[in-house]
C-alpha cells in the first residue's frame, strides 16, 4: 500500500508539474505571439498532449485517487485517511473533473477554429484567459493533492 499511494502523490506531483509550467511560462509565451500562431501553436499542443504518457499521469493518477477515495472511506478510523480522502478528492474533482468539464471543451473549441480567420483573434483572447484561469484551478488542486497525499504516506 506504501508504494501506491507514493506513486499516486508522485503522479498528483508530476501532472501539477505539468500544469504549473503551463501556467507559469508556455501560456505566456504563447500570448505574445500573433494570434494566428497562438492558435496553431496551442492547436499542435494539444494534439500532442493525447498520448499514452501523458494520459497514464493525468487519468491514471485519477484512478488511483478513486481508489483511494473507496479505501480511505471503509479505513477511515486509521490514521492519515482523511489526508487519503481529501487529497484524492481534490485531485479527482479539482484536476480531473476540470479537465473534463472545462479545459477539453476549450481545447475542442480552439480546434475548429480556422487560424486565418477574422474570428480567430478574439476566440484566441478569450482562449487564453479561460483556459489558463482554469488550468490554475488544475496546477492548485494537484500540488495540493501532492502534499495531503506525501503526508498520509508520513502518517501511515
Not at 98 to 123: C, G, M, Q, W
Request: charged share 10%; proline share 3%.
Amino acid at each position: 500500500m506504501f508504494t501506491l499511494k507514493l506513486f499516486t502523490a508522485l503522479g498528483c506531483g508530476l501532472v501539477a508539474g505539468v500544469f504549473f509550467a503551463f501556467s507559469t511560462f508556455v501560456m505566456s509565451a504563447l500570448a505574445r505571439l500573433q494570434p494566428r500562431d497562438g492558435v496553431v501553436a496551442m492547436q499542435a499542443i494539444n494534439i500532442t498532449a493525447i498520448n499514452p504518457l501523458f494520459m497514464v499521469a493525468l487519468f491514471g493518477t485519477g484512478a488511483a485517487c478513486l481508489g483511494w477515495v473507496i479505501a480511505s472511506l471503509f479505513k477511515w478510523h486509521q490514521l492519515g485517511s482523511v489526508y487519503l480522502l481529501v487529497g484524492s478528492l481534490l485531485y479527482l474533482i479539482g484536476t480531473v473533473v476540470v479537465t473534463i468539464a472545462f479545459n477539453v471543451p476549450l481545447n475542442n473549441a480552439l480546434a475548429a477554429v480556422k487560424p486565418d480567420s477574422p474570428e480567430a483573434a478574439n476566440h484566441w483572447n478569450r482562449y487564453l484567459t479561460n483556459w489558463t484561469l482554469w488550468n490554475h484551478v488544475r496546477t492548485i488542486t494537484a500540488l495540493a493533492a501532492a502534499t495531503l497525499l506525501t503526508i498520509a504516506l508520513k502518517l501511515r
